[in-house]
């Protein structure tokens, strides 16, 4: 069914879906976007990746390299739904873009290709989608390709997710002969032509009832083990009703207990329109989801998605654009009108709202006010950055904000000309403020800039992106990782006293420190990276697990507000370890005794023993240097394994696993960032130009110790 979005009239909030498209690079996600635009009759034209005329990737570099690189939103109408649907990245380097699109949507599908199954950033993003508690449906696409199975890929979804997939479809026919599926709920064909458009409906063909029946009953069993309503019909009833059925689907859905599972072949415009129905039938709207929570001091508040709340929005994406400044925004509760004052919590400013524009990509519609539920782009604000909440001034709320990723690739960066010296500082702040994954700072020894990120890819875009928007020639120096430094070997009882005397009201603090390692895997990493020879050490997921304080001061020796002084001067301290200057991870610290004096002691003393204190404790301590590793999964020939092997072990990796099928390998190893630099063309040319591979963060790990000499040398 092909809907006129401009001909449609406001939308009841319980039939607006807020959703994303995630998937592993090349699964196909702004392939199926641009089919759902082309059914919905947004697009009349079906725009292709190849020949960069798709709606979502418009950015030049986009369409030069063929992927997505930034989240681009656009809306469409289906059976009377709103659908808001953003395009997520697929790359490892971009997925700080695909979190932030998740803290404000509502569902999700997850796009596998057939023939890959679960690939490692599709594992990444459903990760992401489970820690935001974001409802998703499943979609096996390229059922067409050579080699596509849609149970090989429902058993990698249930095997490496941990899910468990409710498959609703039937292929009809296989690879190139796919040309439907069979519908197991009202057990019904869907068949498509050559073009893909239009399809027909008729009964399952006679060569696939028994294996449709069969099917179908596995579907009902599996729901009727998680569905009290399904459960009741399987016992009492020959078979569960569709209507049961598809109520189960949508509750187990929508608690994410289980995934319904499609298929079909986006490029060839196969399975689009079931997905749609599923979209509208099983995911939940604005008005299914909890209200939201927020703060204002230490109170907790919640607001409904009602359009007559106080307003309660928050800001996901900023962009700048030829016309102005674009700020995305999710309005949670309450109304946004175009002359709005709001307050933005981020700066305790007020803002006013000059425009109000629903988006779609690159083209923009100016739209009087918009509602609890829906994502619009604002012209007008000035401050406000990703992560900030826009409030009624009247009723202010702080959401939780999207957590920022730690860069972990860092380039130096400067203009070729020192007359673009303060113009490549503008661009450089700008690019911060569109991608907060992007730092930008100064180093204090060497006076360069350096521009930190997520990976290669995504600095390189990163600079392009300066030259070509602001014609500024750049020289890009070579890339450097971002290491850790974290504690091996602890002290206890370490004794500091602040004492300032110089006229006047002096400074007085006694601490006294325990400092230890705050993960368990401190000791043994260490150990283990040494007598690895070269080998990386096991990943260590919170790259040394952060810091912690406490007190265990009894007697009120160290009154309450020093305590905080103390931890706050300890925080200070970990900007800059004792090995080589980075920043220090993975430390709980212990205040154990202390003493204050009546007239001297202050916050700003104890502030400062904290300090020094716990730089002296450090410089006493076992350090161990922490470098970030990556997941590499490498697929090659098998031909060329040996090699590939022997090149990942000297660069370092510890595989952790090895597959084959059909010849050809999928090797998945643990190798530090470091290691990766240039491997593209490595690969290419021990594979002849037939390996390829991807990379996920896995976190850091202890470096060996002779690596550890080469780094605090350099």
Not at 456 to 467: D, G, Y
Request: hydrophobic letters at 40%.
């Amino acid at each position: 069914m092909r809907t006129d979005d401009r001909k449609t009239s406001a939308t009841p909030l319980t039939r607006v879906r807020n959703l994303g498209i995630l998937a592993h690079v090349d699964a196909g996600k702004t392939t199926l976007t641009e089919r759902i635009l082309y059914a919905t009759g947004a697009t009349h034209k079906r725009g292709e990746v190849h020949d960069g005329t798709t709606v979502t990737d418009y950015d030049p570099q986009e369409r030069d390299r063929g992927i997505t690189i930034s989240a681009a939103a656009v809306s469409c109408t289906w059976d009377g739904h709103r659908i808001n649907l953003i395009d997520t990245p697929g790359h490892v380097d971009f997925s700080d873009e695909v979190a932030r699109s998740l803290r404000v949507l509502d569902g999700a599908v997850v796009v596998f290709d057939a023939v890959a199954g679960v690939e490692p950033q599709s594992e990444a993003v459903w990760r992401q989608a489970d820690r935001h508690g974001v409802p998703r449906l499943a979609f096996v696409n390229k059922l067409d390709r050579a080699g596509a199975d849609l149970d090989t890929a429902v058993t990698s979804i249930r095997e490496r997710l941990r899910a468990v997939p409710l498959v609703v479809q039937l292929p009809v026919g296989r690879e190139d002969g796919f040309t439907g599926v069979v519908d197991l709920l009202r057990m019904r064909t869907l068949l498509w032509g050559a073009d893909g458009d239009p399809y027909g409906e008729g009964p399952v063909p006679e060569a696939l009832r028994e294996e449709a029946h069969r099917r179908r009953r596995l579907l009902e069993e599996t729901a009727a083990e998680l569905h009290p309503a399904a459960l009741e019909e399987f016992c009492t009833r020959p078979e569960v009703s569709a209507g049961t059925l598809a109520t189960a689907l949508r509750d187990l859905t929508r608690s994410g207990e289980g995934v319904v599972v499609l298929c079909g072949s986006a490029y060839r415009n196969r399975g689009i329109e079931p997905l749609l129905d599923a979209v509208a039938a099983y995911l939940p709207s604005p008005a299914d989801v909890p209200p939201v929570r927020g703060t204002l001091g230490d109170t907790v508040q919640e607001r409904s998605a009602d359009p007559g709340a106080p307003l309660a929005a928050l800001v996901f994406k900023v962009q700048a654009t030829a016309t102005g400044r674009l700020t995305y925004v999710r309005v949670y509760a309450g109304t946004i009108r175009k002359g709005d004052a709001v307050l933005d919590m981020g700066t305790g400013r007020g803002e006013r709202i000059g425009r109000i524009l629903r988006v779609q990509a690159d083209r923009h519609a100016e739209v009087d006010a918009a509602s609890a539920g829906e994502i619009v782009a604002v012209v007008g604000l000035k401050t406000a950055r990703a992560g900030t909440t826009l409030c009624a001034p009247a009723a202010p709320l702080v959401l939780e904000p999207p957590a920022a990723a730690d860069p972990v690739v860092s380039v130096a960066v400067e203009a070729r000309r020192s007359l673009d010296a303060d113009r490549l500082a503008s661009a450089l702040a700008r690019l911060a403020e569109e991608d907060p994954s992007l730092t930008v700072r100064t180093d204090p020894e060497t006076g360069q800039t350096v521009l930190s990120g997520m990976g290669e890819l995504h600095l390189e875009v990163a600079v392009e992106k300066i030259r070509r928007a602001h014609g500024l020639e750049v020289g890009v120096g070579q890339p450097r990782v971002s290491y850790r430094e974290t504690v091996a070997r602890g002290v206890r009882g370490l004794v500091y006293r602040h004492v300032k005397q110089d006229g006047g009201a002096g400074q007085f603090a006694h601490v006294v420190l325990d400092v230890e390692p705050l993960d368990e895997y401190a000791d043994a990493g260490a150990a283990d990276a040494d007598a690895a020879g070269g080998t990386a050490a096991r990943p260590a997921g919170r790259a040394g697990g952060g810091f912690a304080f406490r007190s265990t001061v009894v007697g009120g020796r160290v009154p309450q507000e020093y305590v905080r002084a103390v931890e706050a001067g300890c925080r200070d301290a970990l900007a800059e370890g004792p090995l080589g200057g980075h920043p220090v991870t993975g430390v709980r610290v212990t205040l154990t005794d202390g003493a204050t004096h009546s007239k001297d002691s202050s916050e700003m003393a104890f502030r400062t023993a904290g300090r020094f204190a716990l730089r002296e404790a450090l410089r006493a301590c076992a350090m161990t240097l922490l470098e970030p590793v990556a997941e590499i999964t490498v697929t090659v020939p098998d031909g060329f394994v040996g090699g590939v092997l022997g090149d990942l072990a000297a660069r370092r990796g510890r595989v952790s696993g090895s597959t084959s099928r059909a010849g050809t390998s999928v090797i998945t190893a643990v190798v530090p960032l470091a290691e990766l630099f240039g491997y593209a063309s490595r690969l290419r040319g021990r594979s002849q130009g037939r390996g390829t591979f991807t990379t996920r963060p896995a976190g850091h790990a202890p470096v060996p110790a002779g690596v550890t000499r080469q780094v605090l040398s350099r």
